[in-house]
């Protein structure tokens, strides 16, 4: 069974930086895709960012130039560097893993999931 664990999250003042680890359970992390997605109070949840298997990595227009996602396989963590946030980005923030080297933007490319972390920034 693969678990994965957030952390990092906090609230932060408009302008101010977070950086969400995930860690994932088991050997074969570096095989998997993982993505952030984020989900706020009554909205969808939505596609943040992703990182491949080979480092690719890409991401929401609305978080581009802004956050990066990277990971580091030797410790089967993956990360997300959130710069210069905005209210509009406070959200439960969940990553993902999927169970092939590539995937996509939509929540059905994932196969596990997080229980998220609470992103909250103040205007």
């Known amino acids: 069974q693969v678990q994965l664990v957030e952390s990092g999250g906090g609230l932060v003042q408009a302008g101010g930086s977070l950086r969400l680890s995930c860690v994932v359970s088991?050997?074969?992390?570096?095989?998997?895709?993982m993505a952030w997605f984020r989900q706020a109070p009554g909205k969808e949840r939505e596609f943040v960012a992703a990182?491949?298997?080979?480092?690719?990595?890409y991401y929401a227009d609305s978080v581009k130039g802004r956050f990066t996602i990277s990971r580091a396989n030797a410790r089967n963590t993956v990360y997300l560097q959130m710069n210069t946030l905005k209210p509009e980005d406070t959200a439960v923030y969940h990553c993902?893993?999927?169970?092939?080297?590539?995937?996509?933007?939509?929540?059905?490319?994932?196969?596990?999931w997080g229980q998220g972390t609470q992103v909250t920034v103040s205007s």
């Open positions: 990182i491949w298997s080979s480092e690719y990595a």
């Open positions: 993902a893993a999927a169970r092939a080297a590539n995937s996509g933007r939509g929540s059905g490319d994932y196969a596990y």
């Open positions: 088991g050997r074969t992390f570096s095989t998997y895709a």
